[in-house]
């Protein structure tokens, strides 16, 4: 079986990662979160370190509620994308793999098979995170990429808009680092930010769970006529629209 293909998360403006010349080289307590008993069970997730003494892997072990976040992620991905129904129930397990590379991170399926997931994330990009930053910015990386541990991704859908499905999620937790703004540049599926908080003002416009229903729909394959169904409008009639929203909000 061929693992899906990688998706990743966009390095932000101005960050600088060191380079790491051995790349090829591999490696308060919050309350743990349960699921409502309808939805599927977490997945087991794991941790592997290639360095516990780099910088960046002793800045993430200083996050003491990390596995309960990490479950907390889970929930709030099957919260905002899915029903008890509709939630995905093939995956096994998703490892967190914290190591050198470039990039910030990815997501994949591993060498066993695509039920499995692994989230690769870059340490010297963690070493080089300001601190007031940190922890926020760890934790919207690490749901940003557990989305696509999830998220229905059929034949056809644009690349801008798996990744900004992610965003749309990193944004309804709260972990919106300073550089992002609502934008009209550019199209709608540009991606990322710019795609995630069009995608949060669709959802708040036509009603909650409008995107959820966008999600489910992608299980199989996209259709653009998808969003006249949910909103009434075309893709590019709903862009235009939001866009002059946008430039609106900019002048107040």
């Not at 591999?26 to 349960?34: D, F």
């Not at 760890?138 to 059929?154: A, D, M, T």
């Not at 003002?201 to 009603?207: I, Q, R």
Request: one cysteine or more; glycine letters at 8%; proline letters at 7%.
């Amino acid at each position: 079986m061929t693992a899906a293909p990688a998706t990743s998360t966009a390095l932000p403006p101005g960050v600088v990662i060191p380079h790491n010349e051995n790349t090829n080289n591999q490696g308060n307590q919050a309350p743990i979160p349960v699921p409502q008993p309808d939805w599927p069970a977490i997945p087991k997730l794991l941790l592997s370190i290639e360095d516990m003494a780099c910088p960046g892997a002793v800045r993430f072990m200083n996050l003491q509620d990390s596995p309960a976040f990490l479950q907390s992620c889970v929930v709030t991905i099957f919260e905002l994308l899915f029903t008890s129904k509709s939630a995905p129930r093939n995956v096994r397990s998703i490892k967190l793999i914290l190591r050198p590379m470039d990039g910030v991170a990815y997501t994949t399926g591993s060498r066993l098979d695509n039920d499995h997931k692994e989230i690769h994330f870059n340490t010297n990009y963690i070493a080089v995170i300001s601190p007031e930053r940190i922890v926020s910015e760890i934790k919207g990386v690490i749901l940003h990429e557990l989305v696509h541990c999830f998220q229905c991704s059929g034949q056809g859908c644009p690349g801008g808009l798996i990744e900004g499905m992610a965003d749309y999620v990193r944004l309804r937790g709260g972990f919106v680092p300073p550089h992002w703004k609502r934008s009209s540049d550019g199209k709608w599926d540009s991606g990322y930010e710019r795609t995630g908080y069009f995608l949060d003002w669709v959802d708040t416009k036509y009603g909650s769970g409008t995107i959820r229903k966008l999600n489910e729909s992608m299980e199989e394959e996209y259709h653009e006529s998808i969003w006249e169904t949910l909103t009434g409008h075309s893709v590019d009639h709903l862009w235009k629209t939001y866009c002059k929203d946008v430039d609106v909000w900019g002048k107040e």
